[in-house]
């Protein structure tokens, strides 16, 4: 896709209403500070729209980015940030199920784990979790560029038998810096836009 049109069109916080579009919602979540903002912002060919920092947690809303006026990719904030309270945590979490349970539009989750390290518990209960609720996540394996391709097979590997994934669950490893993975996404998210209707 040629991106034409990129709005951040709503931003909700916890006690916002959320919106109820009639276009495809794509969500990507993941733990603070493993890469969303720049993986959002690699494949959309901008340097800054989604806000990018060294300190994890920046995320605090629910941003609707509206795409060629024909679907809407959805930043949520991101979990396991240790520095802020367990209440605030856990608004955040809710305001996040919310939108999973109660949005028309949501028909896919790009779920992002750290390639360097071992999924986390945190990682392994919010996969569950979206399981649960009718979601089949798509695994972006971020911070490719930072390990060698050997050690990127072994990662895959891990985070497929950590998370339970059957074979046929896309694991995509991803790198802002070099673009590995961003045109197989985008190969992802064109089908979703093309062959799934709300």
């Known amino acids: 896709m040629v991106i034409k049109s990129l709005e951040l069109e709503t931003v909700c916080g916890i006690t916002s209403t959320l919106p109820q579009h009639t276009q495809i919602e794509m969500a990507f979540w993941g733990r603070s500070n493993v890469g969303k903002s720049s993986l959002l912002n690699t494949l959309w060919n901008r340097k800054s729209m989604a806000r990018i920092s060294s300190q994890p947690g920046k995320t605090q809303t629910i941003n609707y980015y509206h795409i060629n006026d024909v679907c809407y990719m959805v930043d949520l904030p991101g979990y396991g940030y240790a520095k802020i309270s367990r209440e605030t945590a856990a608004k955040w979490l809710k305001m996040i199920e919310r939108y999973i349970e109660t949005s028309q539009a949501l028909r896919v989750v790009f779920l992002l784990i750290d390639i360097r390290h071992m999924p986390t518990k945190k990682d392994v209960e919010t996969y569950r979790m979206l399981f649960e ?32 994934l059957s074979q046929e669950t896309p ?21 979703f836009i093309e062959e799934i209707s709300v």
């Open 171 to 191: 694991v995509i490893p991803f790198s802002a810096v070099t673009k590995e993975g961003k045109d197989e996404i985008w190969e992802y998210i064109d089908y």
């Open 133 to 164: 609720k009718g979601f089949n996540p798509l695994i972006i394996a971020t911070k490719a560029d930072k390990i060698s391709r050997h050690a990127k097979e072994k990662q895959i590997a891990a985070i497929r038998r950590e998370l339970g």
